[in-house]
C-alpha cells in the first residue's frame, strides 16, 4: 500500500522534467526539424500595385514584412515567378437570373479565351444544387461547351454560398499554385446549408482569390423599344435607374414602386455580400453594368499570374485553434497590397 504515493511522486516528477528540460538547453538540428514538421506551412499570395492599380513586378522577399497578430514572422518561401492559373468559373444558373443568364455566359466564355495553354479551368453551376459541368482541364474547347451547356435551374433556389465552398474545396483545395474563383451572379442566396459568415471564413481559409462578378436582377421599369414604353424585368437604357419618367398615380403604380424599392434593396445586400467575399479573400468586386468585362478579366489574369506568393511556418495547434491575424507591408511608398487577412493553424499529419 505504501508504493503507490512513491510511484505517482516520481511520475510527476518525470512530467516536470520533460516539460522543463527543452527549455532549460539548446535544441538540437533533430529537435528544430521535428518542430518544423509539427508546424503548418500558411502560404500567402499577395497582390502588389501602384495607387493606379498597374501590378508591380521585381520585388524580392526582402521587401516584404510579414506578421502573424503583430509578430513578425521569417518567410520561409518567397515565389514571384509566372506560373499557370487554375480557376473555378462559378455561373448563376437560377430562376432570378434568367434575363442575365446570357450575359453570364458570354462573360465566362470571354474569360476562357484570356487562359493560356497551360492554364486551367473548372466550370461550375449552381441553382437550387450545385452542378459541376467540367473539371480542371485546359481543354479549351471542353470548358467553352460546358459553359454553353448551363441552364437555368428546374427548381427554386440560389445555392450560392454552398458552391463557393464546394469550388474552393473539391476544385482548388489540393491544387498547387496560383488560383482564383471567378464568381458570375446576382448574389442573391436562397437555400445554402453554410452560412453567410462561415462562407466569408471559408474564403479567407481557402487561399484561392475571388472575384465576383455582380448582375442585378430583379423587378425594374425598362424601356421596351417594341412597344414604346416602359415594361418588367431590367434596366433598360431609357428607363435606368429611376423608372418612368411620367409615373401615373394610382395603386397599380404604388405597389410597382414598393417592389422595385425591396428589389433595390435585395440587389444592394448582394452586392454587399459579393464584395465582402472578394474582400476577405484578397480578390476583387466588380459590378457588370459599369465594367468592360473584356479589360476586367484581362486585369484579373495579369495580376493571378504575376501575383507574389509568401509562407511561413506557424506553429501547430489543436484543430478549431483560434484565428489569426495576417499583414503584409511592402518597403515602397506607392505600394498597394491585397493578401489574405486571417487563417487557422492546425498540426501537419
Known sequence: MMKKPVVLLAFFACVVVATVAPAVGAQSPTEQEGIK???????????????????????????????????????????????????????????????????????ALSFIKRLRPQDR????????????????????????????RADIGDYAGTVLRDAVIKAANDSLRHVEGRKAIVLLTDGKDHGSVVS??????????????????????GFAPRFDNRRGGFGRGGFGRR????????????????????????????????????????????????RSEVTDLKKTFDLIADELRHQYR????SSGEPSGAAVHRLTVEVARSEAVVRARRTYRATPSP
Open 37 to 107: 514538421l509539427k508546424a503548418t506551412l500558411v502560404s500567402v499570395p499577395v497582390i502588389v500595385s501602384d495607387r493606379n492599380g498597374r501590378y508591380l513586378s521585381g520585388l524580392r522577399a526582402e521587401d516584404f514584412t510579414l506578421y502573424s497578430d503583430h509578430a513578425k514572422q521569417p518567410i520561409a518561401v518567397f515565389e514571384a515567378t509566372e506560373e499557370p492559373l487554375n480557376v473555378a468559373l462559378l455561373l448563376d444558373t437560377s430562376l432570378s437570373t434568367r434575363d442575365v443568364l446570357g450575359d453570364i455566359k458570354d462573360a
Open 121 to 148: 479551368a473548372a466550370v461550375v453551376s449552381f441553382d437550387y444544387a450545385v452542378h459541376l459541368l467540367s473539371p480542371l482541364t485546359a481543354d479549351r474547347r471542353a470548358l467553352e461547351q460546358s459553359v454553353k
Open 196 to 217: 453567410e459568415v462561415e462562407s466569408l471564413e471559408a474564403a479567407q481559409e481557402s487561399g484561392a482569390m475571388i472575384y465576383t462578378i455582380f448582375y442585378r436582377t
Open 239 to 286: 428607363g435606368g435607374i429611376f423608372g418612368d419618367p411620367f409615373p401615373r398615380r394610382g395603386p397599380n403604380n404604388e405597389r410597382r414602386e414598393r417592389r422595385r424599392e425591396r428589389a433595390e434593396r435585395n440587389n444592394e445586400q448582394a452586392a454587399d455580400y459579393l464584395g465582402q467575399l472578394a474582400d476577405a479573400s484578397a480578390g476583387r468586386f466588380y
Open 310 to 313: 509568401l509562407g511561413f511556418y
